[in-house]
């Protein structure tokens, strides 16, 4: 049996348990309590990180980000536009085979427009570490087309001959920007160009001439004949280059002189007179037009321009119908010095200085000499009686050989 004694002496203990117990659990509560308060306030801290990182990302790049090779990470469109115009490449120039990428200060390399994009593309709520590399595509494909030009050659036939012209060998200095290629020296190109013009140009052109009287004889074109066009040529060669085309034909690229920029008797034969022209001879004062390799017209009594006194002799060479005009009046100076205005039937230029074939009403001296001291200004005067048949024969463009 428990003694009162005892019966204390337990009672005490157990309310010692029970004080300890309350002050554990007093402890955990407030440990509870302060854990809680700590979690909430650490939730509290990063909340707010978070809003700033958005605030943040909402206006700055992601940290991994680069335009055309120029970092921005962090940056805002209008800091990264500022940078990339200051150090991007924004150029590249074809040089010595090679191609190399160049910054040139006075090329607009990007907009803040295009900086706004790449930024909308890159955007996460959150930074994120992931790379971002955003290129500049005009300049890759730039690239390809240079590589393209730089390896492109070309069949350049002309005058029955073919010239093969590499452009590595010809092409000094290309230059790729703003979406285009840019030819900055061509001047190997434009040089053989000028060498190929020398050496098939017909445009002063001498060679042996048959006459229709059976005398072969040295005649020279002056404006009738052709030349390479080298500006057209040179335009036509590059474009080819650019766009693949093996050959060209150069018959598209031929200049003339004259009254006609076009080039005349290319691909004919005879030394590209063809079959039909008009043939003049000041020794023996005789004209005859050749039609499709027969004398058609022939007339015996022409008077050319005065031989002996003054500059109106009528020039020799290879020259062309310029042009025909019925009714003209032909204008002009005497060698006194005073002024004609001698009205005409038919008018057939073959010069630009005003010489050229007609009738002449008023002259009544159509010997085999009065050329010599009595002849015209320099034009081919013909009887009324015979202009008819003349004028009938000749066509525009068609040669006229004066010896």
Request: contains cysteine; hydrophobic residues 35%; positive net charge.
């Amino acid at each position: 049996m428990t003694s009162r004694k005892d019966y204390r002496k337990e009672n005490k203990q157990g309310s010692k348990f029970l004080i300890i117990g309350g002050v554990v659990a007093i402890v955990a509560i407030a440990a509870g309590v302060f854990g809680y308060n700590a979690y909430k306030r650490e939730q509290a801290a990063a909340y707010a990180r978070n809003q700033k990182q958005i605030a943040f990302n909402k206006t700055h790049f992601n940290p991994n980000v680069s335009i055309y090779g120029v970092k921005v990470g962090k940056l805002t469109v209008s800091q990264a536009t500022k940078k990339v115009l200051a150090k991007a490449k924004n150029k590249l120039v074809y040089k010595d085979g090679k191609i190399t990428s160049v910054r040139d200060t006075k090329l607009t390399t990007i907009s803040q427009n295009t900086v706004e994009s790449y930024f909308k593309k890159q955007y996460t709520q959150l930074p994120t570490t992931k790379v971002y590399s955003y290129k500049n595509m005009s300049l890759s494909a730039g690239k390809n087309k240079l590589k393209k030009v730089a390896a492109a050659s070309v069949a350049y036939n002309v005058g029955g001959k073919t010239f093969n012209l590499s452009a590595k060998d010809y092409l000094t200095q290309v230059s790729y920007y703003s979406g285009s290629l840019h030819y900055d020296n061509v001047s190997k190109l434009t040089a053989k160009l000028e060498a190929m013009d020398k050496e098939v140009k017909t445009l002063g052109k001498s060679y042996k001439f048959k006459t229709p009287a059976g005398s072969t004889i040295t005649v020279t074109n002056q404006s009738y004949g052709w030349g390479i066009w080298t500006a057209s040529a040179k335009s036509a060669i590059l474009k080819a280059y650019e766009n693949g085309t093996k050959t060209i034909d150069g018959k598209n690229h031929i200049y003339g002189e004259g009254y006609t920029t076009q080039g005349l008797g290319y691909g004919k034969s005879n030394n590209g007179l063809g079959n039909s022209y008009v043939v003049v001879s000041i020794a023996s004062q005789d004209m005859w037009i050749v039609v499709n390799g027969k004398v058609a017209v022939t007339v015996s009594d022409v008077v050319t321009g005065t031989e002996n006194k003054g500059d109106n002799a009528t020039p020799k060479g290879v020259w062309y119908i310029m042009y025909k005009e019925e009714g003209a009046t032909l204008k002009g100076q005497n060698d006194d010095g005073s002024s004609y205005a001698s009205k005409v039937s038919y008018w057939m230029p073959f010069t630009l200085s005003g010489c050229g074939l007609h009738d002449a009403s008023w002259r009544t001296d159509w010997s085999s000499t009065a050329y010599l001291e009595g002849g015209s200004h320099g034009c081919v005067n013909i009887r009324p009686s015979e202009i008819k048949s003349v004028w009938n024969a000749v066509k525009v463009h068609m040669p006229v050989i004066v010896y």
